[in-house]
């Protein structure tokens, strides 16, 4: 008499694809829940207090170096040779001021080069270059 034997094969759980999708989960609840909180936020005018504390929060500069070489300073088109001026007036207003450089990688180095001596002439003391992340 013949006898049949089967393997019993036991069912199995994958955890690694569950791992994934939970930890795809956990990352776009986190993401959309600090958007939402931003969004949330109704403008109101608020009391004053003696006691009240300041925003710390530097306030940024942006100077962007476009591909044709013009500078624009926070979008305002700004000729290289008054760059310097309109630096010192916003040091002079406030003077922690970041300012981030936005070079085109396209742009021809001289040009973001002239952005930088102005920044320096000026006496800048928070600067900082944007990239983008990826490859070489």
């Known amino acids: 008499m013949r006898r049949n034997f089967h393997d019993v094969r036991e069912p199995l759980v994958m955890i690694v694809p569950m791992i994934d999708?939970?930890?795809f989960l956990l990352v776009f609840f986190m993401l959309s829940?600090?958007?939402?909180?931003?969004?949330?936020?109704v403008q109101v005018s608020l009391p004053q207090?003696?006691?009240?504390?300041?925003?710390?929060?530097?306030?940024?500069?942006?100077?962007t170096v476009t591909e044709d070489g013009k500078v624009l300073f926070d979008?305002?088109?700004?000729?290289?040779?008054?760059?310097?001026?309109?630096?010192?007036?916003?040091?002079?207003?406030d003077p922690d001021t970041v300012?981030?450089?936005?070079?085109?990688?396209?742009?021809?180095?001289q040009f973001v080069v002239g952005?930088?001596?102005?920044?320096?002439?000026?006496?800048?003391?928070?600067?900082?270059?944007?990239?983008?992340t990826g490859g070489v």
């Open 21 to 23: 999708i939970m930890l």
């Open 33 to 41: 829940t600090m958007y939402m909180v931003n969004a949330s936020t």
């Open 49 to 63: 207090a003696a006691s009240a504390q300041q925003d710390t929060r530097p306030h940024i500069v942006s100077i």
């Open 75 to 93: 979008r305002d088109d700004e000729p290289t040779h008054e760059l310097t001026s309109r630096v010192k007036e916003q040091l002079n207003s």
């Open 99 to 109: 300012f981030v450089v936005r070079g085109d990688k396209k742009a021809d180095y």
């Open 115 to 132: 952005v930088f001596d102005a920044l320096k002439e000026a006496g800048t003391r928070h600067v900082s270059i944007a990239t983008e």
